[in-house]
């Protein structure tokens, strides 16, 4: 471990997005992992559970503690929502940073918060200071934060598609669909009927037609790209495969004559977690899984045919890295200004 490690404490650190962290974290050169929570698996050590962690993470989980976890200097919450805005406030008092990978911090507006997760929030005067820790469009701010709001999967993967068409204003904000599937890992480790093996293999479905919690998480990130409210109309679907979203985004151009491929290699040229394939490209989950990559691919399907204006825009994550705990970790390497890359290099999957 290196003399600049820092002490971090994860909060629910037995669910999917937590041991996807943990086994991030323990290959990251500056990271002493010193608390990990589970109310259930408390006392127990973390290679009892997680065998392949054995000599590499020598902790046993204990139950959440405000005061215990207010000695590491950076605190992750990997917990259901409307938790960490419970343990939030004392953790930053006592001195420590958080990155939050719930929603509890990510919607701007207490009352939209409010809305979309049922209840009212505990600490609405924290979500002004918040950073949405998406890399691609807040790298500085996140560079400063205190607190990190961890975007949710799927916005992840639309907001990534969408930026170049609207932060160029090439594309009507009025008129957006994000047709996007996710593996079923990206619903959690928590026994769920829904989720079960015999309900979700073999099986296809759309769900959050009429209303998913990610549209005004996903509004609120085009909205600052596209200088207006867009009308976006996203369906989510699960798909019987455990990690990896694809999304699938349909827009209207309003300049026809803009070169998209060269647009979205402009616009993410230098990232170290976003790939723009080559023209004609369909990117797969198979390819980013267990990575922190995005991979985009765009295309204008009618142009030859019927001069249609729409654009096509592919995107694929891994939900548990790009969309949770890879994206948690380059916002960790950000705010102590590490190599945004440290500890998430290597990690591309070559055969599934
Ligand atoms: N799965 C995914 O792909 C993604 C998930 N997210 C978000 O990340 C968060 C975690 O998701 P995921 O890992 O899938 O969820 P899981 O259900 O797999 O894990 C939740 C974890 O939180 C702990 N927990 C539950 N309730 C509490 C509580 N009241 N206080 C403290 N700990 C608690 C659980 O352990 P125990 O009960 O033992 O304490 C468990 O370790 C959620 O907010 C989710 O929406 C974000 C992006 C992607
Ligand atoms: C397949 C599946 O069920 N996915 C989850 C999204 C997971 C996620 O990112 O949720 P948070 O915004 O709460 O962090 C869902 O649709 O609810």
Redesign the pocket.
């Known amino acids: 471990m290196s003399q600049h490690s820092i002490r971090v404490g994860v909060v629910g650190a037995n669910g999917y997005t937590g041991i996807e962290l943990l086994r991030l974290l323990v290959n990251h050169p500056h990271v002493d992992i010193r608390q990990v929570t589970s109310r259930a698996e408390a006392g127990q050590p973390v290679s009892a559970s997680l065998p392949q962690l054995a000599g590499r993470l020598d902790l046993a989980f204990s139950a959440p503690d405000a005061a215990a976890l207010a000695e590491c200097e950076l605190v992750f919450f990997t917990t ?2 409307a938790t960490a805005m419970h343990m939030t406030p004392a953790l930053l008092e006592a001195g420590c940073r958080v990155i939050d ?3 509890d911090f ?1 919607l701007h507006d207490a009352a939209v918060w409010s809305d979309w997760y049922g209840e009212a929030h505990a600490c609405p005067e924290l979500l002004g200071e918040a950073v949405y820790g998406l890399p691609e469009l807040n790298r500085e701010a996140v560079r400063q934060a205190r607190l990190v709001a961890n975007p ?4 992840t993967a639309v907001s990534l598609a969408l930026l170049p068409l609207l932060e160029a204003a090439v594309a009507d904000p009025a008129r957006l669909i994000a047709d996007a599937k ?7 480790r928590k026994a769920n009927l829904g ?1 079960q093996f015999c309900e979700a293999g073999e099986n296809f479905k759309a ?2 037609a009429a209303g ?3 549209l005004p ?1 996903i509004v609120q990130t085009l909205t600052a790209a596209a200088g207006s409210q867009p009308v976006l109309t996203f369906v ?1 679907h ?1 798909v019987p495969m455990i990690r990896g979203i694809h999304a699938t985004i349909y827009a209207e151009l309003n300049d026809t004559t803009v070169d998209l491929q060269a647009l979205y290699e402009r616009r993410y040229a230098g990232e170290p977690f976003v790939s723009v394939e080559a023209a004609g490209s369909h990117p797969e989950t198979r390819m980013v899984r267990g990575s922190n990559h995005c991979r985009l691919a765009v295309h204008r399907p009618d142009a030859a045919y019927s001069g249609a204006s729409r654009a096509v825009v592919l995107a694929v994550i891994d ?1 548990l890295v790009k ?2 705990a890879g994206q948690a970790l380059q916002n960790m390497n950000l705010m102590y200004g590490w190599p945004e890359t440290a500890g998430l290099d290597n990690q591309v999957a070559l055969i599934p």
């Open positions: 259901p929502n990978l719930s929603a990510r949710g999967c799927y916005p996710s593996g079923v890992s990206g619903a959690g989720t769900y959050g998913h919690r990610h998480e989510p699960l939900n969309g949770a």
